[in-house]
């Protein structure tokens, strides 16, 4: 089964639900940048509210450019992402079994946006024990759009079968499987969990560093229990 998604920046939990369902990712990165968009942005709890972590990214006059293209502005962005982090959750139970590594991959001061996301999604994914396997639709020089180019990276993959979100349902029309092949299209949906978080109400799709600050090692056991193939 493989899956495709975009790099995302520091994903909520129900992503690493999906990754664990499925034996490889395709990272979609040869598609059109969309500023302001998960690709550059997450939450994270800061005192009791919903609070963004953003990077800078240069995007003046590129419209049209690819995820993989995009590249990261290192003014004083990620300093304030990582005293936010520090000032969110320095108290939290688990902080300090993860953090360092965290922030020597924030400190790395990769060029491209995608390599940032791709080497925390990868750390995260360590971290939990999943066995996914990556790989990149920028592999594979397509000239498709939308869905024609993720059936397209599912036929090229003999995969039998390809998970995606339910919100894909409404503009893959509800196909059970992908056009002139035998490949299953199955849609999942993830509900959120609750589990302990710092102090005030619990805040519901915030970034995986809520989760794995607050609960450690048990993250994963809480990741599995809200996931659902529809």
Same mark, same amino acid.
């Given at each position: 089964?493989i899956? $495709?998604?975009? *790099?995302?920046?520091? *994903?909520?939990?129900?992503?690493f639900?999906?990754?664990?369902?499925?034996?490889?990712? $395709?990272?979609?990165?040869?598609?059109q940048?969309?500023?302001?968009?998960?690709?550059?942005?997450?939450?994270? =709890?800061?005192?009791?509210?919903?609070?963004?972590?953003?990077?800078?990214?240069? &995007?003046?006059?590129?419209?049209?450019?690819?995820?993989?293209?995009? #590249?990261?502005?290192?003014?004083?962005?990620?300093?304030?992402? %990582?005293? =936010?982090?520090?000032?969110?959750?320095n108290?939290? !139970? @688990?902080? !300090?079994? @993860?953090?360092?590594?965290?922030?020597?991959?924030?400190?790395?001061?990769?060029?491209?946006?995608? #390599?940032?996301n791709?080497?925390?999604?990868?750390?995260?994914?360590?971290?939990?024990?999943?066995?996914?396997?990556?790989? @990149? &639709?920028? +592999?594979?020089?397509? +000239?498709? !759009?939308?869905?024609?180019? $993720?059936?397209?990276? /599912? %036929? =090229?993959?003999? /995969? =039998?079968?390809?998970?995606?979100?339910?919100?894909? !349902?409404?503009?893959?029309?509800?196909?059970?499987?992908? *056009?002139?092949?035998?490949?299953?299209?199955?849609?999942?949906?993830? %509900?959120?969990?609750?589990?302990?978080?710092?102090?005030?109400?619990?805040?519901?799709?915030?970034?995986?560093?809520?989760?794995?600050?607050? #609960?450690?090692?048990?993250s $994963?056991?809480?990741?599995r229990?809200?996931?659902?193939i529809?």
């Open positions: 089964m899956g $495709i998604s975009q *790099p995302t920046f520091m *994903p909520w939990i129900g992503y639900a999906f990754l664990d369902k499925i034996d490889k990712l $395709i990272f979609l990165d040869d598609v940048f969309d500023k302001r968009s998960w690709q550059q942005r997450n939450y994270i =709890k800061l005192n009791k509210e919903k609070s963004l972590l953003t990077i800078s990214v240069k &995007s003046k006059g590129k419209f049209d450019q690819k995820i993989s293209d995009v #590249e990261i502005i290192y003014d004083k962005n990620l300093d304030l992402i %990582k005293k =936010k982090i520090f000032f969110a959750y108290k939290a !139970k @688990y902080y !300090k079994n @993860y953090n360092n590594e965290i922030f020597d991959i924030l400190d790395k001061k990769y060029t491209y946006l995608s #390599e940032l791709i080497e925390l999604i990868k750390h995260f994914t360590r971290i939990l024990n999943l066995n996914t396997d990556f790989d @990149y &639709s920028s +592999n594979y020089s397509l +000239n498709f !759009k939308k869905e024609n180019l $993720i059936f397209e990276l /599912c %036929k =090229k993959n003999n /995969c =039998k079968e390809y998970l995606s979100t339910l919100g894909s !349902k409404q503009y893959l029309e509800s196909l059970n499987t992908i *056009p002139e092949t035998n490949i299953k299209i199955l849609y999942f949906d993830y %509900k959120d969990t609750i589990y302990n978080q710092l102090s005030g109400n619990f805040i519901s799709k915030l970034s995986i560093l809520d989760l794995l600050f607050n #609960e450690g090692s048990n $994963i056991n809480i990741i229990q809200g996931f659902r529809i």
